[in-house]
């Protein structure tokens, strides 16, 4: 029986200033759990987010772990393709985590989870499946694509839109988190196991989670703004002083 083929994924575009110091973590990890480093250039793309979402479906891997670009990993990370089962996609459910969030009040959900409907509406799916068994709301399950452990079915999904849909998709003007808008819809819809990554896998420090590089293994940057450079920068210091 064949190896199965693994990649450590990552979309970069060369204009950020902190991408050394996260692509050379990333390359330590993929070293360090045997997968191959694959990372591609974005800088012609006019919508990062819509050319990343498909062209996860192009790659061509039995396995990947999909990461965004402003992301540290910790040196002491596990393997992840040993946590997360073959037979499931593995994901940080943000959705279930909103009301946790200090800064996440009720109503603020409640935008979100209309956001998410009127997505669904404009691309042509079912807007019924956004309650009772495939629900936003309770729990609001919206899984964030900063760390995602693929399998070959969960990438496939990403090629699973008609030609119409993309087209409405490229014309769409609402909501800002179109592709994990879409990867959650298309996860819940099809059925495929999930595995639910603790926090410590995709630790968002925008949470303002108390000790957030004591309690993660990948600290995600997202929500941090123009600013989060700096951050990314003086947080692999701190890591590097301690040998992590």
Known sequence: MSETRRAVVTFYQTKYAFLDTVLKRFRRYASKIGAEMVEINLDDSKNVFLDKFFHVGTLQYERCIVLDVDILIRSDAPDLFSIVPEDSVGAYDEGSSFFLSTRTETKDVD????????????????????????????????????VVVYNREA???????????????????GWNCVEQTLFSYLVLNSGIKTFHLPAC???????????????SFFS?????GDGKGAYIVEDDRVWSEQEL
């Not at 997505?119 to 900063?146: H, Q, T, V």
């Not at 990438?155 to 003007?173: A, F, G, I, P, W």
């Not at 995600?220 to 941090?224: F, Q, R």
């Open 201 to 215: 896998f995709n630790q968002l420090p925008c949470n303002k989670c108390a000790d957030y590089l004591k309690t």
């Open 111 to 146: 935008v979100r989870y209309q956001a998410y409907r009127h997505l669904i509406e404009w691309c042509g799916f079912d807007p019924s499946a956004l309650s009772g068994k495939y629900s936003f709301s309770s729990p609001m399950r919206y899984y964030n694509l900063g």
């Open 220 to 224: 995600h940057y997202a929500g941090l």
């Open 155 to 173: 990438m496939d999904l990403h090629n699973s839109l008609t030609q119409e849909q993309v087209s409405r998709l490229n014309k769409y003007k």
